[in-house]
C-alpha cells in the first residue's frame, strides 16, 4: 500500500541549512510534494517534482528525488526563523478519475536565533 | 476569489451530537476532499469527490458521511459525534493542475 514516511523533528541554527527527508513506497506516484504549516494555519505548497526529474532548485529551496531508493528530500538554505514550521511530504496516487495526496506524519523543524 | 473555505474554524461539539463541516471552492476544481489531521499522523483521508455527484471512502471513513451538492461544495457530516474524532479537519481542492489547495481547517472538540 501507499505509504509515505518523515523524520518528526529537526532543529538547526539560524543561516545554517536545514534538511528534511521523506521516503514514500508507491513506485506510480507521479509527483511528489512539500507542503509547509505555519502554527494555526492550513497546508501552502511550498514546491513539487515530477518523478522524471532527480532535482529541482526554487530560490532557496533544494528537492531532490532518488526514484530508485524513493527518497525525497528538501534542502533549505540560510535558513530563516520564518522558516520554522511543519512541513509534510506528500505522494500523489491516482485513484479512479482521480488523484489522492498521501502525506507524512510532517517534520516539525525548529530554527534557533 | 477566496480559494477553498471551511466553516466553522473551531466547533465543540457533545458526544451524540451531530454537525456538519461545510466547505466550498470557488476555483472551479473537480476534485475535493476531507482529510483529518492528528499530532504525529499527518493527514488521513476521510472521503473524496472525484467530480460532481461522486463520492469515495478514503483511509478513514468510519463515522463519517459526506455529500457533493454540487461543483463548489463538499460538506462533511457527523451524525454521531465521538471524542476520537477530535481533530483538525480540512478541505481541499484541485483540479487539473498539480496543487491541492487547502482551507484553513476546522478545530473540531469532542467532549
Known amino acids: 500500500g501507499e505509504d509515505v514516511e518523515q523524520s518528526l523533528f529537526l532543529s538547526v541554527r539560524e543561516g545554517d541549512s536545514s534538511v528534511i527527508n521523506c521516503t514514500y513506497t508507491?513506485?506510480?506516484?507521479?509527483?511528489l510534494y512539500w507542503y509547509k504549516q505555519e502554527p494555526g494555519a492550513g497546508l501552502q505548497l511550498l514546491t513539487y517534482?515530477?518523478?522524471?526529474?532527480d532535482m529541482k532548485q526554487d530560490q532557496r529551496l533544494t528537492v531532490l528525488l532518488n526514484k530508485k531508493d524513493k527518497h525525497l528530500s528538501l534542502r533549505i538554505a540560510d535558513t530563516q526563523t520564518g522558516d520554522s514550521a511543519i512541513y509534510f511530504c506528500?505522494?500523489?496516487?491516482?485513484?479512479?478519475?482521480?488523484?489522492?495526496?498521501?502525506f507524512g506524519s510532517g517534520t516539525r523543524l525548529l530554527v534557533r536565533p | 476569489n477566496a480559494g477553498v473555505t471551511q466553516t466553522p474554524k473551531f466547533q465543540v461539539l457533545k458526544t451524540g451530537q451531530s454537525m456538519t463541516l461545510q466547505c466550498a471552492q470557488d476555483?472551479?476544481?473537480?476534485?475535493m476532499y476531507w482529510y483529518r489531521q492528528d499530532p504525529g499522523m499527518g493527514l488521513r483521508l476521510i472521503y473524496y469527490?472525484?467530480?460532481?455527484?461522486?463520492?469515495d471512502k478514503g483511509e478513514v471513513p468510519n463515522g463519517y458521511n459526506v455529500s457533493r451538492l454540487n461543483k463548489r461544495e463538499f460538506s462533511l457530516r457527523l451524525e454521531s459525534a465521538a471524542p476520537s474524532q477530535t481533530s483538525v479537519y480540512f478541505c481541499?481542492?484541485?483540479?487539473?493542475?498539480?496543487?491541492?489547495?487547502f482551507g484553513q481547517g476546522t478545530r473540531l472538540t469532542v467532549v
Open positions: 517534482i515530477f518523478s522524471n526529474m
Open positions: 469527490s472525484a467530480s460532481e455527484g461522486t463520492t
Open positions: 508507491d513506485s506510480s506516484s507521479t509527483y
Open positions: 481541499a481542492g484541485q483540479g487539473t493542475s498539480t496543487e491541492a489547495f
Open positions: 476555483m472551479n476544481h473537480n476534485s
Open positions: 506528500a505522494e500523489r496516487s491516482s485513484m479512479d478519475s482521480s488523484y489522492k495526496l498521501i
